[in-house]
Each structure stands twice: as C-alpha cells, then as structure tokens.
Nanobody, 119 residues
Framework: QVQLAESGGGLVQAGGSLSLSCAAS??????MGWFRQAPGKEREFVAA????????YYVDSVKGRFTISRDNGKNTVYLTMHSLKPEDTAVYYC??????????????WGQGTQVIVSS
C-alpha cells in the first residue's frame, strides 16, 4: 500500500520560514512534486524534482523562496520555504508525478500538512 506522510507545517509570521517533509512508503520515490490547496481554491502545483535530484521546477510565485530537495535513501522529499507570505497559506501535499512535462500528479494523496502565514 502506497502512503505519503507530510509533516512540518505550522503557524508562522510573514517573512518566516518552514521546512516540510514527505515520507513515502510502499513505493520508491520517482519524479516528485509538492502541491498546495488554499481555502476555497483548487489544488495547485508548487514545485517538482526529478528522480535523480538534478532538475527542479517551481511555479513563478515561489521561485527564489522555496527549495525542493530529496533523500532517496530515506525515501523522503522536502520543501524548504523562506520569506513566507500570507498567500502561501494552504494545506501542502506531496505526490509522485505521472508526467514531468505537465507535472500531473499520481493518484496517491496523503493527509497534507497545514501552513498558515500570518500578516
């Protein structure tokens, strides 16, 4: 059974930092992505990393502030977030990517981790 367990969210003031983790079980990491869903909005893509870790991709709104990384030995992917803004408030999820070009997520979803950025 494939499971994704996100952690590390919390409440932070604008300008602060958080580091999220996503541990996978039941399947080895492949190309991976982070997604987020803000209240009342659809889930959106945030960042992606290829299986070898040498290629990353970010949505424009987080470029220069967020960094995606991975540890294949721990089967874990990370999202380090700096200079957080209130508009980053969302539940954050990780997932396997079924297609790198479109950043389409696979069908597995964990429970997510809540990030709240206060102004």
């Amino acid at each position: 059974q494939v499971q994704l367990a996100e952690s590390g969210g919390g409440l932070v003031q604008a300008g602060g930092s958080l580091s999220l983790s996503c541990a996978a079980s039941g399947r080895s990491l492949s190309n991976m992505g982070w997604f987020r869903q803000a209240p009342g909005k659809e889930r959106e893509f945030v960042a992606a990393i290829m299986w070898h870790g040498r290629n990353t991709y970010y949505v424009d709104s987080v470029k220069g502030r967020f960094t995606i990384s991975r540890d294949n030995g721990k089967n874990t992917v990370y999202l380090t977030m700096h200079s957080l803004k209130p508009e980053d408030t969302a539940v954050y999820y990780c997932n396997f990517l079924s297609d790198w070009g479109t950043k389409k997520p696979d069908d597995y979803w964990g429970q997510g981790t809540q990030v709240i950025v206060s102004s």
